[in-house]
């Protein structure tokens, strides 16, 4: 792997944190297991909770009887939705709604917590059984009878809308959920009128599956005496858990639930949403008053974790004779599953269209995407989120289109790249890009690649009868979040913000406190490069809290690459607060004027003379507060509490060349090697940036090549890959055995820090680069696509089709 060179500052007499490649402090209690997740929290007394899901994709329930259950020995309580509903208990909440384009409210329906009346897939939770023990709850799920009604269902995103396709929702006459246009259709379609040539593809990005190391766990415990309830959650937003447990499912108050985040073992996004079985388990420990916990399966998390894509789109790319886009045309059906889970209308509603002309100087779009329910699990926020299925789209169409032109893909991206002069620059949807300079990360793209190198030994290997591709991926990401107006003024029912306390102790050593949760992100290392900078301490001197609802103020959570540019700078701007009380003290002490002060090496001295006091002695000072000003212009302590509302997201970009070798008897796919060059602004941590990439690559590598939900699509509706040994991940042999990554940092205008999000573009680019080199190795094989994911028997099929298999 090609890495970032060392870079170390100076401020004065100490090392200046941010931009430093220091190690993962985190790490370390990892490596040794020593980690604390919350299946490793089992109060005394805990009780079990099993679920019973539905075997069907599509049902009548006819009738649920809990007796033969509830008579085992160990069994406790059976809940059913007519419990649920007898309580007065609420619903989960969908918090980015998506209304049509002429302004009519989408068809909506919330996961249940507890079907009632129809089940709508494999997986749908029916029931749940409380006992002593996992094994008794799991006896007691097996024995509650339920009588179904089998009923035809749809799992195929393609024929979800067709007049004769099962319906989900009967109320609605159709599974349609919404359906937005964008763009100027009448000017997309002069543009295609005298295009020079014109490219159409039929795209499916098909369905994947989260699946971090962890899988959800729940515990939780009431407190009979104070009516208090503590959960222990693998959430990436425990802020946002306590408040939709709260204000929309078991209608308790807010003050009386504690949620807390341990160490989570990744989330990828799936961990940030309101997940079906968490209100069951928090209200059974309310009704037993006892602990009660529960940790999915990987069977379970395979039918019943939030999943990602499923888009079916037909496109078409307008050129002129120079190989210059003059129109993107596209017709999108995004599947959502069963039903909306609470950021799943944003993300082809949102995300899909504001990045889906990527960093091209297209001047004319027309955009239609419409959502759809069918019966399968919903679709929810999953690394990427939207960008992965609009770049594939985009570069796909742009790749066939310099081939049918004849014009090196290299060659047509330069002609079409958004220059650097134009930003902030502004797309077909209205949406503007904040800053960059496409044409020189593709420089850098090219140069770390060797790209005329790779096509000369292409040639030679080609006469060797090996067959090589090269394929390219030019993009944008979307990360951060807007101000909480912005959002709300879009139906948003969350904030923009993030909160950040830094607590410096009497001692001089702080404690930084943030709303946002780290689950392999490597919080505790960058946000305190952050906070020693701005406090002038040394970084073993501060120490960071996070997920704990009882101890750190509201915020926002860990998603949409937000924490950096959001959390981040809430941290700056408390520690620069804590130092300007400081600095206040400090000068009152020193008897002398603020602007005398010099402030370096943790000690505050007067300028011009050896008059100083440590970091240590005015912080010591603050709490002793004898010294204060006599004026009450200063209180006892040193401790500020920022709630940063950012104005904008932000926009990385970033461009991929893979490297591959393509098999023509087998069909077999090897990435053999893979670029990358990522302008993601000011980098706080050379190192973890780094990570990110390669970690976002694996997952991306595994969507490109193997991993895919695969449902019948036959009426039944069953699931297919519902085990690790039929749903494929990606292993360490996959990767490439060249990974080369450069950066470019150009700051983001939106956020003092100049930071920008840098963890999801692997997954972004991986599909489309290497589709792109596929389609270059097999091309003059009259191969023109072929379809994720590119498995051998996909591009053996391709072959086939082409006639040369």
Not at 243 to 254: D, S
Request: with cysteine; aromatic share 6%.
């Amino acid at each position: 792997m090609r890495a970032c060179p060392l870079l170390i500052r100076r401020y004065g007499d100490r090392d200046v944190y941010v931009g430093q490649r220091l190690r993962r402090r985190e790490d370390d209690k990892f490596l040794k297991g020593r980690g604390r997740f919350v299946d490793d929290i089992e109060p005394a007394g805990t009780a079990h909770v099993a679920f019973v899901r539905s075997p069907h994709a599509h049902a009548r329930i006819n009738g649920v009887d809990p007796s033969a259950a509830a008579a085992l020995p160990g069994v406790l309580r059976v809940l059913t939705a007519e419990d649920w509903k007898a309580a007065g208990l609420g619903e989960l909440t969908c918090v980015h709604p998506m209304p049509f384009s002429d302004g009519r409210p989408m068809n909506e329906v919330l996961r249940p917590a507890l079907a009632a009346g129809k089940v709508h897939h494999v997986g749908d939770v029916v029931a749940a059984v409380v006992a002593d023990d996992r094994y008794a709850a799991l006896d007691g799920a097996e024995a509650v009878a339920v009588d179904y009604e089998p009923l035809p269902a749809v799992t195929d995103i393609a024929r979800s809308l067709d007049e004769d396709a099962p319906v989900l929702h009967e109320r609605f006459g159709s599974n349609l959920i919404f359906e937005i246009e964008r763009g100027d259709r009448a000017a997309t379609e002069a543009a295609f009128a005298a295009a020079h040539r014109t490219v159409s593809l039929t795209l499916d990005t098909h369905r994947v599956a989260g699946s971090p190391l962890e899988p959800r766990a729940y515990l939780s415990e009431f407190d009979e005496a104070t009516g208090d309830i503590t959960l222990w959650a693998t959430s990436q937003t425990p802020h946002y858990l306590k408040r939709w447990l709260a204000k929309y499912a078991l209608h308790v108050p807010e003050h009386k639930l504690r949620v807390i985040s341990p160490d989570v073992g990744g989330g990828f996004g799936l961990k940030c949403h309101f997940a079906v079985e968490v209100s069951t388990v928090v209200w059974a420990s309310m009704l037993l008053k006892r602990p009660v916990k529960w940790t999915s399966t990987r069977a379970e998390a395979l039918m019943s974790d939030a999943q990602a894509r499923d888009h079916h789109t037909r496109a078409r790319m307008a050129f002129d004779g120079d190989g210059r886009i003059l129109a993107l045309e596209i017709d999108t059906i995004a599947a959502l599953g069963a039903y909306l889970s609470n950021f799943a209308p944003s993300i082809p509603g949102n995300s899909y269209p504001q990045t889906v002309t990527g960093l091209y100087t297209t001047p004319n779009l027309r955009l239609r995407v419409r959502g759809a329910y069918t019966n399968t699990v919903p679709i929810d926020a999953y690394r990427g989120s939207g960008r992965p299925e609009a770049t594939f789209v985009n570069e796909r169409l742009l790749e066939n289109g310099a081939r049918e032109l004849g014009i090196d893909v290299a060659e047509i991206r330069r002609r079409n790249l958004i220059p650097a002069e134009a930003f902030p620059y502004t797309t077909p949807v209205g949406r503007p890009y904040d800053c960059g300079d496409p044409p020189a990360l593709f420089d850098k793209l090219l140069e770390i690649a060797d790209y005329d190198g790779l096509r000369a030994e292409q040639e030679e290997l080609r006469e060797g009868g090996v067959r090589m591709g090269i394929g390219i991926a030019c993009f944008l990401d979307k990360s951060g979040t807007g101000s909480s107006r912005n959002l709300a003024s879009r139906g948003g029912l969350h904030g923009g913000y993030e909160s950040a306390i830094v607590r410096v102790h009497s001692d001089g050593k702080a404690t930084v406190f943030v709303g946002s949760h780290s689950h392999g992100q490597g919080h505790d290392t960058t946000f305190c490069q952050i906070a020693a900078d701005r406090l002038g301490l040394p970084i073993e001197d501060i120490a960071l809290v996070e997920g704990d609802t009882g101890s750190v103020p509201f915020g926002n959570g860990t998603w949409g690459s937000r924490s950096l540019s959001v959390g981040g700078v809430a941290i700056m701007k408390a520690a620069d607060r804590v130092i300007d009380k400081a600095r206040r003290l400090a000068a009152h002490m020193l008897e002398c004027a603020e602007e005398d002060l010099v402030y370096e090496g943790s000690v505050f001295s007067v300028r011009g003379t050896d008059r100083r006091l440590s970091f240590e002695d005015v912080a010591d000072a603050a709490y002793h507060a004898a010294v204060l000003p006599t004026d009450g212009s200063m209180e006892p302590g040193l401790e500020e509490t920022v709630f940063y509302e950012p104005p904008d997201t932000n926009d990385p970009q970033a461009m991929h060349l893979a490297v591959v070798v393509v098999e023509l008897r087998s069909g077999r796919v090897t990435v053999r090697d893979y670029f990358t060059a990522d302008d993601c602004g000011n980098i706080v941590n050379p190192l973890i940036v780094e990570g990110q990439v390669v970690g976002g690559l694996a997952q991306g590598l595994g969507q490109a090549l193997m991993e895919r939900v695969v449902y019948d699509g036959g009426g039944a509706g069953q699931l297919f890959s519902g085990t690790l040994m039929d749903y494929a991940l990606p292993r360490a042999s996959d990767m490439p055995g060249v990974v080369g990554m450069t950066f470019q940092e150009t700051p983001a205008p939106s956020n003092p820090l100049g930071v920008k999000g840098g963890s999801e573009t692997g997954t972004i680019g991986a599909p489309a680069a290497i589709g792109n080199a596929i389609v270059d190795a097999l091309w003059d094989l009259g191969v023109r696509h072929v379809p994720q994911p590119y498995t051998p028997d996909a591009v053996w099929q391709a072959l086939e089709k082409a006639g040369t298999g």
